[in-house]
């Protein structure tokens, strides 16, 4: 997904340190280096279970999405303290080739997002209410909103602009339903720009689950992909024609 958005040539992953810690995804771009942390981890099977369930989710928001957001900080101290800052294909030391050296990192604008798997029961969208201090300027968000977020925005520049708000521990906006996707809108939309409430002013915004609804163009758009993908393995199989299928679909099938 990132290849597609940013080029394959821009994407570093499995980075491994002098320390031998791990850094999931680089990106090196001409002022800006997104540091990024995948984490895959299931909250739901803590809710199953009633039994001390406040620390389990503390727990294991703890050892995920907190220890995802740590990983970031921590590969950005690396970066801004080591010139140049040097990666490898391994944790062996004797075995590991260097995959990426990175000169004058303080010079760049550093971004700091954790991907997750899910929404972590809507977590994501307000991590940085439960972060630690020192990791809330780092982004959490989960990849199925940011697939529809690469795809709004369509430019790197854009995304930068938007990665950069949320990275910016601005606690006065949020989603009443802890969605990213209202987040975004409220972005977008001409609102933003004239008013973000600063965190010690004691004014909110809170935006309603309506500033969602441009999501709802691309799942009709990747349905019809995926219908059409459907169509054409079908008739080049030879499961079925084109005239069979027009028919039981009540569809007109236009040849490209």
Not at 75 to 100: F, H, Q, T, V
Not at 155 to 178: D, G, H, L, P, W
């Amino acid at each position: 997904m990132f290849s597609d958005f940013f080029g394959g040539s821009n994407i570093n992953s499995n980075n491994y340190d002098k320390g031998r810690n791990e850094q999931d995804i680089i990106i090196i771009l001409e002022d800006t280096i997104l540091i990024i942390e995948c984490k895959s981890n299931n909250f739901t099977k803590i809710v199953d279970d009633a039994s001390n369930i406040e620390e389990k989710l503390r727990n294991t928001f703890n050892s995920t999405i907190q220890y995802g957001a740590n990983q970031c900080m921590r590969a950005e101290k690396y970066i801004i303290g080591n010139d140049p800052a040097k990666y490898y294909d391994s944790n062996k030391k004797r075995e590991r080739n260097k995959i990426l050296e990175i000169s004058k990192g303080n010079e760049k604008k550093i971004l700091k997002i954790v991907v997750l798997l899910n929404d972590y029961l809507n977590l994501a969208e307000s991590s940085n209410q439960f972060l630690e201090d020192k990791t809330k300027e780092v982004w959490v968000v989960n990849i199925f909103a940011l697939e529809k977020i690469l795809w709004n925005l369509g430019s790197i520049s854009k995304f930068i602009e938007y990665a950069s708000y949320r990275c910016s521990n601005i606690q006065t906006i949020e989603a009443v339903s802890s969605d990213e996707l209202v987040q975004f809108e409220y972005f977008i939309s001409p609102t933003f720009n004239n008013f973000i409430p600063q965190n010690d002013k004691f004014i909110a915004v809170r935006a309603g689950n309506n500033f969602a609804n441009w999501a709802s163009e691309y799942e009709w758009i990747k349905d019809c992909k995926e219908f059409n993908y459907w169509i054409n393995y079908q008739i080049a199989k030879g499961n079925c024609s084109k005239k069979q299928i027009e028919k039981d679909f009540n569809i007109k099938i236009i040849e490209p």
